[in-house]
């Protein structure tokens, strides 16, 4: 699995470490939210919802570098708005992946 990585938020940064570490505290703060409103929203069965939730997601995914979790986002999302979930416990473990990076940041 493809693991998570800053390259993208440094080279947006350029030399601006402060502007780094602010888009970085967002992510932190914002991710947790996100992920427990998926979580919530999937376990609801309320498909629509939990794929704008992917929408917002999936953004987060391009931003560290998981360029095969995105593709994969995009289809979930596909799925969902379909009322299909089957694609649900891999993104489960891409989320994990990213909660288990950003706790390490």
């Given at each position: 699995?493809e693991?998570?990585?800053?390259?993208y938020i440094?080279?947006?940064?350029?030399?601006?470490?402060e502007?780094?570490?602010?888009?970085i505290?967002?992510?932190?703060?914002?991710?947790?939210?996100?992920?427990?409103?998926?979580?919530?929203?999937?376990?609801?069965k309320?498909?629509?919802?939990?794929?704008?939730?992917?929408?917002k997601?999936?953004?987060?995914l391009?931003?560290?570098?998981?360029?095969?979790?995105?593709?994969?986002?995009?289809?979930?999302?596909?799925d969902?708005?379909?009322?299909?979930?089957?694609l649900?416990?891999?993104?489960?473990?891409v989320?994990?992946?990213?909660?288990?990076?950003?706790?390490?940041i």
């Open positions: 699995m693991q998570p990585n800053l390259s440094k080279q947006l940064a350029g030399d601006d470490a502007f780094e570490h602010k888009f505290a967002i992510l932190k703060e914002e991710f947790p939210q996100e992920k427990k409103e998926y979580t919530k929203q999937l376990s609801a309320n498909t629509d919802e939990t794929a704008l939730i992917v929408h997601l999936k953004h987060k391009n931003i560290l570098g998981l360029e095969k979790a995105y593709k994969l986002a995009v289809s979930y999302e596909e969902l708005r379909r009322g299909d979930a089957k649900k416990n891999e993104f489960a473990l989320l994990e992946t990213i909660e288990l990076y950003l706790n390490t």
